[in-house]
């Protein structure tokens, strides 16, 4: 009995040593300490042997079993520390390594022009107005003195939700939704979003931007128009710009005008970007037609005004030398990043 029971603290030595898992020591302490385990097995033998030996078998047994018992508390130690420094080493945090630079953007080109001209008719004392995107017929087309089968409307086609409601093809429409709201004097800018069926190309994309302008008081003359536009145009594209107003037709507006400034690369000599003609076309504009005041009720014996309507993308391109509107919605971060 002396015999096995150093067999088993061999063995169990033996097996404790070659355990690196944490979890496989529960394993052992049942086998060999607990009380289906071995130790426990060969006490029960105890019963079977002379009265003398009995004393000094289990004195070995208790040795036996204090002896594992106490290795194991040791090993159970070491492997919990191992455990901690391999956790330590494995979340280890270098605080002097450099960050990682989270990457910044930065404004869209258009954002830029716009906040640009916005300080610009600010400057002069316009508001900003809003008006929505989605758009009935009527604020579109009807009371801007369009109405059902005038042929203006086919330069203007656009995606249509139902009979009565569209994607608006500019911002003109802001301006009656302001009139309705508001009697004169009124002077704003209505910058936004606009909608056309074009077909995509170097100049033609079906989403694009305007900016609208729109002052209504009593008194006010084609001189005023002009006299803004030309502030605006030098702010723009420098000091030396001229503007330069052409006849043309509107049916909002009467008489009509398409404004010319001088192109700001070549100072009017001629150049690629405006075509070798010296001017550059950047908006339409005239004197609102007394019909369309009457639509909102408001006298035009009693009030005039004048509207503009820009393309924003367009004097983004101009200013800074793109040839293709596309490029200002792929939203590829290589181009955008230039501005
Ligand atoms: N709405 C016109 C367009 O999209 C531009 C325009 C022309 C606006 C004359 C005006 C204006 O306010 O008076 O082509």
Redesign the pocket.
């Known amino acids: 009995m002396k015999a096995k029971l150093e067999e088993i603290r061999l063995e169990a030595l033996h097996a404790l040593e070659g355990l690196d898992e944490l979890d496989k020591l529960e394993e052992f302490r049942l086998k060999y300490l607990g009380k289906k385990g071995a130790l426990t097995q060969v006490l029960r033998g105890m019963g079977g042997l002379p009265a003398e030996e009995r004393p000094i078998v289990g004195q070995i047994a208790n040795e036996v079993r204090n002896q594992l018992e106490s290795e194991l508390e040791q090993k159970t130690k070491d492997l919990k520390e191992a455990a901690l420094t391999r956790r330590l080493e494995a979340e280890k945090i270098d605080v002097t390594v450099p960050g990682e630079r989270p990457g910044l953007g930065r404004l869209h080109p258009v954002t830029t022009v716009l906040n640009e001209l916005k300080d610009i008719f600010l400057g002069m004392g316009f508001d900003v107005a809003e008006g929505p995107e989605i758009e009935y017929d009527y604020y579109n087309f009807e009371a801007l003195n369009l109405p059902k089968n005038h042929p203006a409307r086919d330069t203007?086609d656009t995606f249509y939700i139902d009979n009565t409601i569209l994607l608006r093809?500019?911002?003109?429409p802001v301006?009656i939704r302001t009139m309705e709201k508001q009697k004169p004097p009124i002077k704003i800018i209505c910058p936004g979003r606009?909608y056309r069926s074009d077909e995509v190309d170097a100049t033609h994309s079906p989403i694009f931007h305007?900016i609208?302008?729109?002052v209504v008081d009593k008194g006010i003359t084609m001189g005023d128009l002009k006299g803004v536009l030309d502030v605006f145009a030098k702010a723009v594209f420098g000091p030396e710009t001229k503007t330069k107003l052409r006849p043309h037709h509107?049916p909002?507006?009467e008489p009509?005008a398409e404004v010319d400034v001088s192109c700001a690369i070549c100072k009017g000599a001629g150049c690629r970007v405006c075509s070798y003609t010296g001017w550059i076309e950047i908006?339409?504009?005239?004197m609102?037609h007394p019909r369309v005041l009457e639509y909102v009720n408001i006298d035009p014996n009693e009030y005039s005004g004048?509207?503009?309507?820009m393309g924003l993308d367009r004097i983004v391109n101009i200013k800074y030398g793109i040839d293709d509107i596309r490029l200002l919605f792929e939203n590829d971060i290589r181009f955008l990043k230039q501005f």
């Open positions: 203007q093809t500019h911002t003109s301006q606009v305007q609208e302008g729109l509107f909002f507006t009509s908006l339409g504009a005239g609102v004048f509207a503009f309507g």
